[in-house]
């Protein structure tokens, strides 16, 4: 009782807070914009379905400690709602349960006063109908109770289940218990891709579909709309701030660590959340790894230095990446596998126009001046010759996700894509040892639009002069000294 009095207490007081808090970012996405892409999926159902979209797991990182939690996109895109264990269901037409009819319904974390004390606010059932718009929303442990027959439907759609959510908290209404609450109701173990292959002897009849949701989602999250592509510029634009001012602040003692730092203190400086994905930042032979994270290397000393990262704000992540010498001037073999990127990436950016290709045309473009340059430079011994110095495609979309969802068809109209050559040459290659350890990305986020390609990420030079030239001034952050350390 005593307890229960408490709780009521606390409840009120963090309530309240949640109402009284101000200074909040004003650009989010709004729940019309959310609405409006739950119609649009609606629109783009089969006859007769229901789509059911499940909120990303919690991951453990240690102990009690687990990491940040990030939405699943298609759940962030539908709903707009942040937490975690959590369902949303979206009919293709009107079903009615006595009175109600609905056509949308999302089951959410229930509001608990002592884990909020602990883990920060939750919306719950009232917060999300009226901050998201959602006129039929329920806790999550009424899942179980849901008014909705499944058999009754001619595709019962979602994306496939890796089996790798933890029951971790053991209560009823955890991500865990939902789905397993949902296999149940809609006999998921009979589907034939839930059965080992070697007991796949007769053709299951069901109506689950774990295809076509996905093409669904890639169809509508493709195409940017006006509201995303505010965020996505700024995402963009603020990346690019991040790379200026390293190009500035750059000098050979610096670490890789210290940069990647550097940049993400510029972003926090203008309110983003999270890095897209982690921060790449690999001084000479390190640049070579596509996706180095360790950022480990003491210093960068006479190498050049790869920096690809992105500013994610507000769910939408940029993706951008410069290459520069740590000591502000490019050597002679630095700069002619610099100037073959930067040229292979002018001729991609090119192409990145309606009804272009990303693997044919864009990917094509700069991949035949990629392999001319090394040629012509003694790298490989033919034009022709296979080879792994450009390891990696040309584009992607970005947007929610970093390698965003997409039907990877021809380009449109508001699409965005990443035009990212590269050229790599780890210590060791079978080329002359004067090339060992030069490696070189140079990534843009280009929009395609009626008028032609739009470069995002810009405002960052991309020409070796250029960069050069950024790289005489002083940043502010060269006068940022701290007491030496035992
Ligand atoms: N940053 C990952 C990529 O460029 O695709
Ligand atoms: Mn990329
Ligand atoms: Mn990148």
Known sequence: MKNNIIFSVLFCLIANLGFSQTDLPTDYLSSDFHK?????????????????????PVRNRANDVDYIY???????????????????????????????NFNELI????????????????????????????????????????????????KVMFKNFRNDVRDSKRNDADLYSLIE????????????SAIPADEKIVEVETNIDVKTLTTLMASLREIKTKDEL??????CEISAVGQIEMMKAMTPAMSEAEIQG????VYKKYGVEYEGYPSIVGAGNNGCVLHYIDNSKMSAGKEM??????????????????????NGKFNTEQRAIYDLVYAAQEAGIAKTVIGSHMRKDIDKAGRDIINQGLFDLGIIESVDQKHLYFP?????????????????????????ITVEPGIYIPEGSDCDEKWWGIAVRIEDCILVTKDGPVNFSGMAPRKASEIEEVMKEQSILNAFSLPVLD
């Open 181 to 192: 609450q949902f296999k149940t109701k809609v006999s998921y173990e009979s589907i034939p």
């Open 36 to 56: 409006d892409r739950r119609e649009s999926l609606r629109k783009s159902m089969p006859e007769n379905s229901v789509a059911i979209i499940f909120a990303n």
């Open 230 to 235: 505010v965020l996505l510029k700024k995402a």
């Open 107 to 154: 089951y959410v974390q229930k509001r608990d006063a002592s884990k909020e004390m602990w883990y920060g606010r939750r919306l719950g059932v009232d917060g999300v109908s009226q901050k998201l718009g959602f006129s039929d929303v329920y806790n999550g442990e009424d899942f179980k109770n849901i008014p909705v027959d499944f058999s009754k439907f001619d």
């Open 70 to 100: 990030h939405q699943d996109p298609n759940f962030q895109y539908l709903t707009g709602y942040k937490e975690p264990n959590s369902v949303l269901l979206i009919f293709s037409e009107d079903q009615v349960n006595g009175d109600n």
């Open 392 to 416: 990696h495609g040309t584009s992607h979309h970005i947007g929610l996700d970093v390698h965003d969802l997409s039907n990877r068809g021809l380009l449109q109209e508001n699409m965005i």
């Open 305 to 326: 230095v790869l920096m690809d990262l992105g500013a994610e704000y507000h769910g939408y992540t940029a993706d951008v990446t410069r290459t520069i010498p740590a």
């Open 262 to 265: 550097i940049h993400e203190f």
